[in-house]
């Protein structure tokens, strides 16, 4: 690691536990939302990135959604988070059992609205439960249907069953963002020359009904965004 990448790293672990202290105190969804988005923007600050979204006007403004993406790279739930910035729509995360015991990662995810995913439980009753109560409190549920972040070289993984069950199971309709660019390769290129600015492209889809089984949802996701 070079001295910048190992200064990143400090600075990054001192902003992610800060802003997991101050989301432990957040009472409303809306609050853990701005801080969520003030805690992307600083990170995304000092590694010089910005966010270009495409068919900005697909984006609610409000209601409830499960919200799909697709992911490459670490730093997807804060292009998430920035993406949506100028919808009041707030998401609690679907994240993995690995994240919540992170030394980085785990007071940041516990205390920002996530729910736990433990692929190692016999019961899943827990999870879909937790989910249901989110969703009757207002919210909306983020998740990333891969399961877990795609390093091939293929434009997208196969999709797990769970997110089209938890769509149906809480009536969810399905608004599908994907992140066009290449966002581990920008991510790494920014942390070796900060001083040059670079965009990570993101496009918001149309909303996918939930009761639609003309299509797979990784079937319609593909064809929303022209991926082959």
């Known amino acids: 690691m070079t001295f910048c990448q190992i200064k990143m790293a400090f600075y990054a672990t001192f902003m992610t536990n800060y ?14 939302k701005r801080l969520r988005i003030e805690y992307a923007k600083k990170i995304f600050r000092t590694l010089h990135l910005n966010i270009k979204i495409v068919h900005k006007e697909k984006l609610p403004k409000y209601g409830q959604f499960l919200l ?7 730093i997807d739930p804060l292009i ?16 993995k059992k690995e994240l ?5 990662f785990g007071l940041f995810v516990r205390n920002g609205g996530s729910i736990l995913l433990d692929r190692d439980s016999a019961q899943m009753g827990g999870f879909f439960t937790e989910i249901k109560e989110c969703v009757k409190a207002g919210d909306s549920i983020y998740i990333f249907p891969e399961g877990t972040r795609n390093k091939g070289h293929s434009e997208l993984s196969e999709f797990k069953d769970g997110s089209r069950i938890i769509a149906v199971k809480n009536r969810l309709p399905i608004l599908p ?43 319609a996701y593909k064809k929303q965004f022209n991926i082959l």
Request: avoid cysteine; hydrophobic fraction near 40%; glycine fraction near 4%.
């Open 177 to 219: 963002i994907f992140i066009r660019s290449q966002a581990h390769e920008v991510l790494m290129a920014s942390l070796k020359d900060k001083k040059k600015l670079r965009s990570i492209e993101v496009e918001i889809g149309s909303i996918i009904d939930y009761k639609d089984k003309s299509l797979s949802l990784e079937e």
């Open 100 to 104: 919540y015991n992170s030394f980085f």
């Open 68 to 74: 799909i993406s697709n992911h490459r790279s670490i």
């Open 19 to 32: 802003y997991g202290l101050r989301l432990r105190f957040a009472t409303t969804s809306q609050d853990k």
């Open 80 to 95: 998430i988070e920035l993406a949506t910035e100028d919808s009041n729509i707030f998401g609690h995360w679907v994240s």
